[in-house]
T-cell receptor, first 112, second 115 residues
Framework: DAKTTQPPSMDCAEGRAANLPCNHSTISGNEYVYWYRQIHSQGPQYIIHGLKNNETNEMASLIITEDRKSSTLILPHATLRDTAVYYCIVRVATSGTYKYIFGTGTRLKVLA | NAGVMQNPRHLVRRRGQEARLRCSPMKGHSHVYWYRQLPEEGLKFMVYLQKENIIDESGMPKERFSAEFPKEGPSILRIQQVVRGDSAAYFC?????????????FGPGTRLTVL
């Protein structure tokens, strides 16, 4: 019942931008896109989220297409510590709150 | 402000035994979510609880699994008569409210191994 599709792995050179794509073609109008990452099987760490507009914070930028069927997470200057599995998540409403539907994630390896 | 706490971090059980996993949400958070992660897979939602209430258990297996979040104390995920297929990492998350911007904060997880 995954709502997102991501490439299984990507490499990125240290210091360069890492662009991680995600397809969510069945997303509904009120469902947000969230990005988390998981380093060494630790608990997932929040990165950024958005609905329609592009978003930027101190960690990353999120670009969402106008039709909302896909998005891209951008890490502007990747470091070795950014090596992790990155999950693109659709947040769906349920019983008065929201639950996360995780995809299978992209394993990003930042190379020295 | 301590983050979400889970214990034990590692748990080994033999087939047929019971496993109890504990989760203490962040201070001020009254919403708790449990997820399961099988090896090389993403996290799968299991159950959502508020204090003393199960709100959504659509991801819980129908048998052997139960969850609670009592008025006092941590949330407990209980697995009875464990089988090898229950071996996984179990993550708990908490959020302060059910509002639009209720980012979920995850704990470090409990890794269950069934021998």
């Amino acid at each position: 019942d995954a709502k997102t599709t991501q490439p299984p792995s990507m490499d990125c050179a240290e210091g360069r931008a890492a662009n991680l794509p995600c397809n969510h073609s069945t997303i509904s109008g009120n469902e947000y896109v969230y990005w988390y990452r998981q380093i060494h099987s630790q608990g997932p760490q929040y990165i950024i989220h958005g609905l329609k507009n592009n978003e930027t914070n101190e960690m990353a930028s999120l670009i969402i297409t106008e039709d909302r069927k896909s998005s891209t997470l951008i890490l502007p200057h990747a470091t070795l510590r950014d090596t992790a599995v990155y999950y693109c998540i659709v947040r769906v409403a349920t019983s008065g709150t929201y639950k996360y539907i995780f995809g299978t994630g992209t394993r990003l390896k930042v190379l020295a | 402000n301590a983050g979400v706490m889970q214990n034990p971090r590692h748990l080994v059980r033999r087939r047929g035994q019971e496993a109890r996993l504990r989760c203490s949400p962040m201070k001020g958070h009254s919403h708790v979510y449990w997820y399961r992660q099988l090896p090389e897979e993403g996290l799968k939602f299991m159950v959502y609880l508020q204090k003393e209430n199960i709100i959504d258990e659509s991801g819980m297996p129908k048998e052997r699994f139960s969850a609670e979040f009592p008025k006092e104390g941590p949330s407990i995920l209980r697995i009875q008569q464990v089988v090898r297929g229950d071996s996984a990492a179990y993550f708990c998350a908490s959020s302060p409210t059910s509002g639009v911007d209720n980012e979920q904060f995850f704990g470090p997880g409990t890794r269950l191994t069934v021998l």
